[in-house]
């Protein structure tokens, strides 16, 4: 799982524009990074385009997904990622990015024809952060928790069980060996009953 880039653009007008933007190139050789980078910016500022304010979208393309979300405020938040990468995740750190950019940077900021990039450097921290979807997401991490803990109790039940198995199998040989020692009881009886001691 991977996110590959982080950016808020201006999409009420055509073509859009990177407000502000971080990618991480490091998946690819240093020969192909700046390709792949064009390639995202491109992609990005299409799916932002044809995102609606107020809507949320997932877009696949190849080995990749653009999750996108518009805002009324004349943004979008894009997230490339991988396919594996959960949506539910990508879609609340767009919301944080766009809701802390739209705090930091009035519309004024970024109302010219075309607008300068802005500061965000919390995107350098996500981007980082967000690489372990389940560290970052507090539900993805009680859920890991859950499944470990539910892996561990599925063992511990199942040596329970294995346990009850052997203890049945003693309580078995317990009864085989009393009815043993009854009937050797009863022969020993029956032979020393012919010979009387002095």
């Known amino acids: 799982m991977k996110i590959y880039y982080i950016g808020v653009l201006k999409n009420e007008d055509k073509p859009a524009h990177e407000l502000c933007v971080e990618k991480d190139l490091s998946s690819y050789s240093r020969f192909t990074g700046s390709n792949y980078g064009q390639f995202m910016t491109l992609f990005a500022k299409t799916v932002a385009e044809r995102t609606r304010p107020g809507q949320r979208q997932d877009v696949e393309e190849q080995a990749y997904t653009f999750h996108a979300y518009g805002r009324t405020e004349g943004v979008a938040g894009i997230i490339i990622t991988d396919k594996d990468y959960p949506g539910l995740v990508a879609h609340q750190l767009l919301s944080k990015i766009v809701d802390e950019f739209l705090a930091r940077h009035p519309r004024t900021s970024f ?88």
Do not use: W
């Open 111 to 198: 109302s010219a024809q075309n607008p300068p990039l802005l500061d965000l450097p919390e995107l350098k921290d996500y981007i980082v952060k967000y690489q372990d979807p389940q560290q970052a997401d507090s539900i993805m991490k009680i859920q890991r928790e859950l499944d470990e803990t539910k892996i561990v109790l599925h063992k511990t039940i199942e040596s329970v069980l294995q346990r009850g198995e052997k203890i049945d199998d003693l309580v078995l040989k317990s009864n085989d060996l009393s009815n043993q020692s009854r009937m050797f009881y009863t022969q020993a009886k029956k032979q020393n009953s012919c010979c009387v001691l002095m």
